[in-house]
């Protein structure tokens, strides 16, 4: 954590689910105790690594990365908060969290100085319970350009073939990271969780 921020919340601390704040430019100033638990859990970038860093360089896609980018400018510059629900899968537990964006004030001026991330857990599962699994095979899932196709929201894996798109829950591929994926957003993610208008897949 970031001492030198004029308003970092010491209540962080007793959240059970990671929190951060960013500064006005979206760079981590600090986090709480259970960012390191959930990265460690998820094969995610421990604290200490991700302080002074931007906060969308940790988002998978650039498609994604540039959404969430217009969500914080949008809160920095409205002065209000959002919040949305997301997916944040390991390959053995399906996890659905809700994550909240408030601006954070310095008193008395009420200047925006940064922005509050919160999350909380709404729902977890086995994650064969909620998404159909795959195993790690290269025919199922290259596609003709030789890519992997990954959801950077869900983090499932496009089944190579025309559409409609079918997508499955690798949990190899959740575990360790393929070098050879192109990242998208499917169409679940789009919809119900990003807000965004639903497109031809590739």
Request: aromatic letters at 8%; proline letters at 9%; a neutral charge.
């Amino acid at each position: 954590m970031n001492p030198d921020f004029p308003v970092f919340p010491a209540a962080l601390e007793a959240e059970p689910w990671p929190a951060c704040v960013l500064d006005m430019n979206g760079r981590i100033v600090g986090v709480n105790g259970a960012w390191d638990r959930i990265a460690r859990a998820s094969n995610g970038p421990l604290g200490i690594e991700v302080v002074g860093t931007r906060w969308s360089a940790h988002i998978t896609g650039a498609e994604l990365r540039a959404w969430y980018e217009t969500l914080l400018h949008r809160v920095l510059d409205r002065g209000a908060g959002e919040s949305l629900r997301c997916d944040c899968n390991t390959p053995e537990r399906y996890r659905l969290f809700s994550s909240r964006f408030e601006p954070l004030r310095r008193r008395p001026s009420s200047e925006t100085v940064g922005v509050l991330v919160l999350t909380s857990l709404i729902e977890e599962a086995p994650i064969g319970e909620r998404y159909p699994l795959g195993t790690p095979d290269e025919l199922r899932y290259r596609c003709a350009d030789g890519l992997v196709r990954q959801c950077s929201g869900c983090r499932r894996v496009r089944v190579a073939g025309p559409p409609p798109a079918v997508w499955e829950l690798v949990p190899e591929y959740v575990a360790t990271p393929r070098q050879d994926v192109s990242h998208g957003i499917c169409r679940l993610c789009r919809e119900i969780y990003y807000g965004m208008l639903p497109k031809e897949e590739p």
